[in-house]
C-alpha cells in the first residue's frame, strides 16, 4: 500500500460545527503531517507528527486540533472554524529520515 | 526572511518543446531541493530531489539543477506533452527539526500548460 488516503473529500460546515479530518497511511512512515492551500498558493504547514508525538505546531489557532492515535492515523479536529478557514487540507507521511513526502488527495472545506 | 520564487505563475510552450522552470530562494541554506506535481484538486506528487552536493539530477524526461551559488533550480520537461500540464512546485528542506520529520517550504508553483 503506497498511498495516503484522506476522509472526506469534502466538507462543509457552519462557524459552530465540530468536525473532524481523518488522514491514513500503512507505509511504516514515522512522520505525518497537516497542510493548509488556498487556492493559487503552495501549501503551508499547520503540523509535523513525529513518532507519534507533535512536533511541529506553526502557530496554528487552537480552532485547529491535530491528534495522532497511533502511528498510521492522523486526525485534525475542527472547531468553531471562520469563513477564511476555507481550503484544501492536505495530509503527507515520511518514512523516518527521508525527506520525501506523499501526499493524500486532501480535504475540500467550505465554512459557511 | 526566507524567500521561495518560481519565475512565473504561468507558462504556456508547444508540444514537444522543453519546458524550463525556475525557483530563485533568498535568505535560505536548503540541505536539499524537490519538485512536486500538483494537478487541480489533488495533492502534491513527488518528482525529484536534488541535495546541496549535487549539480544536476535526471529521471526520465526531466533533469532539476541546482546552482547554490547562484541560489537557483532549474526543472526541465524535455519532449514535452500536453499530459505533463500541471502546476509545479519546488519546495525546500533543511535538516530534521525533530526525529524524522523534515520541514518542506513551498514556492508559489508554475502553471505549465502544454499546448497540442
Known amino acids: 500500500d503506497t498511498e495516503v488516503t484522506q476522509t472526506p473529500k469534502h466538507l462543509v460546515m457552519g462557524m459552530t460545527n465540530k468536525k473532524s479530518l481523518k488522514c491514513e497511511q500503512h507505509m511504516g512512515h514515522r512522520a505525518m503531517y497537516w497542510y493548509k492551500q488556498k487556492a493559487k498558493k503552495p501549501p503551508e504547514l499547520m503540523f509535523v507528527y513525529s513518532y507519534e508525538k507533535l512536533s511541529i505546531n506553526e502557530s496554528v489557532p487552537s480552532r485547529f486540533s491535530p491528534e495522532c492515535p497511533n502511528s498510521s492515523l492522523l486526525n485534525l479536529h475542527l472547531h468553531a472554524l471562520q469563513p477564511e478557514d476555507s481550503a484544501l487540507y492536505l495530509c503527507?507521511?515520511?518514512?523516518?529520515?527521508?525527506?520525501?513526502?506523499?501526499f493524500g488527495p486532501g480535504t475540500r472545506l467550505l465554512v459557511l | 526572511s526566507q524567500k521561495i520564487e518560481q519565475n512565473s505563475e504561468a507558462l504556456n510552450i508547444q508540444e514537444g518543446k522543453t519546458a524550463t522552470l525556475t525557483c530563485n530562494y533568498t535568505?535560505?541554506?536548503?540541505?536539499?531541493l524537490q519538485w512536486y506535481r500538483q494537478d487541480p484538486g489533488r495533492g502534491p506528487v513527488f518528482l525529484l530531489l536534488?541535495?546541496?552536493?549535487?549539480k544536476e539530477k535526471r529521471k526520465e524526461r526531466l533533469k532539476v539543477t541546482f546552482d547554490t551559488t547562484l541560489k537557483q533550480s532549474l526543472f526541465h520537461i524535455t519532449a514535452s506533452q500536453p499530459a505533463d500540464s500541471a502546476t509545479y512546485l519546488c519546495?525546500?528542506?533543511?535538516?530534521?527539526?525533530?526525529?524524522?520529520?523534515?520541514?518542506?517550504?513551498f514556492g508559489s508553483g508554475t502553471q505549465l500548460t502544454v499546448l497540442p
Open positions: 535568505n535560505y541554506s536548503p540541505a536539499y
Open positions: 536534488i541535495r546541496e552536493n549535487e
Open positions: 519546495a525546500l528542506g533543511g535538516a530534521p527539526s525533530s526525529g524524522s520529520a523534515r520541514q518542506l517550504t
Open positions: 503527507a507521511s515520511s518514512l523516518g529520515g527521508q525527506e520525501t513526502q506523499y
